[in-house]
């Protein structure tokens, strides 16, 4: 087997390159940034050059590379098209010259809208793009569209994942549950909005072990890569206090407004025969370590 990864550097990108190292996958990269791994290639997404280091017939291109936070797109609309749609939809063309034999697409959580209580998102869950107001969700919005498309006029065989909130340890770029872990770490006090805000929090080795699973399917598929349960923002705060044995004062400061995402990984648990397997003690046990 062999894949083609963009965002080689990237922290998924990352610890996609370990698992499919112990796994002997063969991989061919890239990424914009300074390269740590000289296996791989430094080239822009958006360049035309691209095609040259694709492999021809490659069982899979995964395209993790993009502006991948909404901070990083917010009011800089222009740039977060131009990487995440026009780049994409380069890659698309080089696939299509390559004849890859599949295209693993990284959308996101955030493309779901209006959570209504404690009621859970599925891919079959209706979005509204009228209620977004985040740029970096409707880039992926529009890239998942152009894939839907491209697959009905004879592309490859196509998968979405849409990837919940990550964690895992590394320096920057933290979750909430890094944030909460280093504040209970160092702090005395941790103030929170909502101790009962939740997501589908998963550990960055489960999202590779997803898209790992992902590889060899057939047809076009979206699938929710996302925790098994709600955690809480009190839930991450309790389980850092105990594996540090540390007793910070706690507060809240909008208790009456905890914002909850509660989406279903039902379809990819199923039909990839995959299990997130870090729990939130063994995720932020790999914090500490």
Not at 83 to 91: A, F, K, Q, W
Not at 153 to 161: D, E, Q, S, W
Request: hydrophobic share 40%.
């Amino acid at each position: 087997m062999k894949i083609f990864i963009t965002g080689t550097e990237s922290f998924v990108g990352k610890e996609l390159i370990a698992q499919c190292d112990k796994a002997n996958i063969q991989l061919v990269g890239c990424d914009i940034k300074k390269l740590t791994d000289k296996r791989f290639h430094q080239i822009d997404i958006r360049s035309k050059n691209i095609v040259d280091i694709i492999p021809e017939n490659v069982d899979a291109i995964v395209h993790l590379a993009a502006l991948s936070t909404d901070s990083l797109c917010r009011d800089n609309a222009y740039e977060c098209f131009d990487i995440n749609v026009m780049g994409t939809l380069n890659l698309m063309k080089a696939a299509q010259v390559k004849k890859a034999n599949q295209f693993i697409f990284a959308s996101t959580e955030w493309v779901y809208d209006s959570f209504i209580e404690n009621e859970p998102k599925d891919e079959t869950s209706l979005i509204n793009i009228a209620n977004h107001t985040s740029e970096y969700a409707l880039s992926k919005l529009v890239s998942e569209q152009n894939l839907r498309q491209k697959y009905k006029h004879g592309f490859c065989p196509v998968t979405i994942l849409r990837f919940g909130i990550i964690y895992g340890p590394r320096e920057s770029n933290w979750s909430a549950v890094e944030q909460l872990y280093n504040s209970v770490r160092n702090n005395d006090e941790v103030i929170v909005g909502a101790l009962k805000t939740g997501r589908c929090f998963i550990h960055v080795s489960d999202i590779v072990s997803g898209i790992i699973r992902s590889v060899g399917m057939s047809g076009f598929h979206v699938l929710n890569l996302e925790g098994n349960k709600l955690i809480s923002l009190g839930d991450i705060i309790e389980t850092s206090k105990k594996l540090l044995n540390k007793n910070p004062i706690v507060a809240e400061n909008n208790s009456g407004n905890p914002s909850i995402r509660n989406i279903s990984n039902q379809n990819a648990k199923k039909i990839l025969n995959w299990q997130p397997l870090i729990d939130l003690e063994t995720g932020i046990k790999s914090l500490i370590e």
